[in-house]
């Protein structure tokens, strides 16, 4: 046993992920309470992977529990060691890192999305995960390609264009397409193309086929493995059309979805993954706060004489930070002020910004607006502005 400003503390012990855990959770804590006369319960556990999620939703609703906070997985993380010297894991030593930073006030309070923001944080990260997929299968496509047929990508600058698609289906491999001749070449790219170019194209494939330096073993194979990415990537894009097509009527379900569209270049998926990565805006008091749930509040590392260069943190949700990257590249191509912005940005005197750089400020200047409109329930005006 310890004390805890007065308090005994208890010994570790495990809950199983059930019903009957939960309840057992909840006597603990009622008798600990009870013992010790407290008024107030606050919870706290490491939001990291999946598991915790159950347990939270059922803490929240629980009578015992006051107050449900999590600690920052990187903090448990550096904080390991302070008492064994040690950088060894156990749940029990976790716990006990966990309730020690809690206890320092090193917490923050854990947002549950509810009702229509948790059907879009789920919906809006199921798109990424499949988004993230099909990025994967066309890269596995693309080194196909490089080794077989390196001299491809220099006809078909997108090799998942249609008529590059059918023509991977059939006739990957300069073996197969010299064997098979140019008419049949044309003959498929014509029929795929709408006529649009197929007689050169297939020209150019049918000549880099017979100059090819690809690797000429295990040709049959690989067209099996080309077939069932290129099928992946076909059923993965179904998937996704499926999952925009809810999206865009989740947005329009929200109070806030009309006002962001509103702004020329942001559209309803974009919409979506911002309100489902933020939930119910009305939650901040500043635009500054969803900067920082993003990990795109900025920081710098200086000693005596020296100053370090000021960097983003990085600390926070990742897709936020990607949507609100992407909102400025699109941003800037329908936007006239915003562009403006943009090139001052990068062309002034006094410290011009880089590219990335120059869009992560436009990005937060976006968010800013779209905090602004969704808080005060206003349409976007181009050349008014906003604070």
């Known amino acids: 046993?310890?004390?805890?400003?007065?308090?005994?503390?208890?010994?570790?012990?495990?809950?199983?992920?059930?019903?009957?855990?939960?309840?057992?959770?909840?006597?603990?804590?009622?008798?600990?309470?009870?013992?010790?006369?407290?008024?107030?319960?606050?919870?706290?556990?490491?939001?990291?992977?999946?598991?915790?999620?159950v347990l939270a939703w059922q803490m929240k609703i629980s009578k015992e529990i006051d107050y449900l906070v999590g600690v920052n997985p990187y903090h448990v993380k550096k904080s390991k060691e302070f008492d064994d010297n040690s950088p060894g894991k156990s749940d029990r030593k976790?716990?006990?890192?966990?309730?020690?930073?809690?206890?320092?006030?090193?917490?923050?309070d854990i947002y549950l999305p509810e009702d229509i923001y948790g059907e879009l944080r789920v919906i809006t990260t199921t798109r990424e995960q499949l988004v993230n997929k099909r990025k994967n299968a066309k890269n596995m496509v693309i080194s196909v390609m490089?080794?077989?047929?390196?001299?491809?990508?220099?006809?078909?600058?997108?090799?998942?264009?249609?008529?590059?698609?059918?023509?991977?289906?059939?006739?990957?491999?300069?073996k197969e397409i010299i064997e098979v001749g140019i008419e049949e070449i044309e003959k498929v790219l014509k029929k795929s193309t709408n006529g649009k170019d197929w007689k050169s194209r297939?020209?150019?494939?049918?000549?880099?086929?017979?100059?090819?330096?690809?690797?000429?073993?295990?040709?049959?194979?690989?067209?099996i493995k080309l077939r069932m990415l290129l099928e992946e990537i076909e059923f993965l894009t179904s998937q996704i059309e499926e999952l925009e097509k809810e999206m865009e009527e989740l947005v329009e379900e929200t109070e806030e979805g009309e006002y962001i569209k509103s702004v020329p270049g942001i559209g309803p998926i974009m919409t979506a993954v911002i309100l489902g990565e933020?939930?119910?805006?009305?939650?901040?008091?500043?635009?500054?706060?969803?900067?920082?749930?993003?990990?795109?509040?900025?920081?710098?590392?200086?000693?005596?004489?020296?100053?370090?260069?000021?960097?983003?943190?990085?600390?926070?949700r990742p897709l936020l930070r990607k949507i609100i990257y992407l909102m400025a590249q699109t941003t800037?191509?329908?936007?006239?002020?915003?562009?403006?912005?943009?090139?001052?940005?990068?062309?002034?005197?006094?410290?011009?910004?880089?590219?990335?750089?120059?869009?992560i400020a436009i990005g937060l200047k976006m968010i800013r607006i779209v905090f602004k409109l969704a808080k005060s329930k206003i349409k976007y005006e181009p050349e008014k502005v906003y604070v």
């Open 1 to 53: 046993m310890m004390d805890f400003h007065g308090i005994d503390l208890i010994k570790p012990f495990k809950i199983n992920n059930t019903m009957d855990g939960i309840k057992m959770l909840e006597e603990k804590i009622k008798s600990v309470k009870e013992e010790n006369k407290l008024n107030k319960v606050v919870l706290g556990m490491e939001p990291s992977g999946h598991y915790w999620k």
């Open 94 to 108: 976790d716990a006990g890192v966990i309730a020690r930073l809690i206890r320092d006030g090193r917490y923050f």
């Open 146 to 174: 490089d080794e077989y047929f390196p001299e491809y990508e220099k006809i078909y600058k997108n090799i998942f264009s249609e008529g590059s698609i059918k023509l991977l289906k059939t006739h990957p491999f300069p």
């Open 202 to 223: 297939a020209q150019k494939i049918y000549e880099s086929a017979k100059k090819s330096i690809g690797v000429r073993e295990g040709q049959k194979s690989a067209k």
């Open 278 to 316: 933020i939930g119910d805006i009305n939650r901040f008091k500043s635009w500054k706060e969803i900067r920082k749930l993003a990990g795109l509040n900025l920081y710098e590392i200086s000693s005596g004489e020296h100053k370090g260069k000021t960097r983003i943190t990085k600390r926070g």
């Open 332 to 359: 800037l191509k329908h936007n006239h002020e915003i562009r403006k912005k943009y090139e001052q940005l990068r062309r002034r005197e006094k410290n011009p910004l880089k590219v990335v750089q120059a869009l």
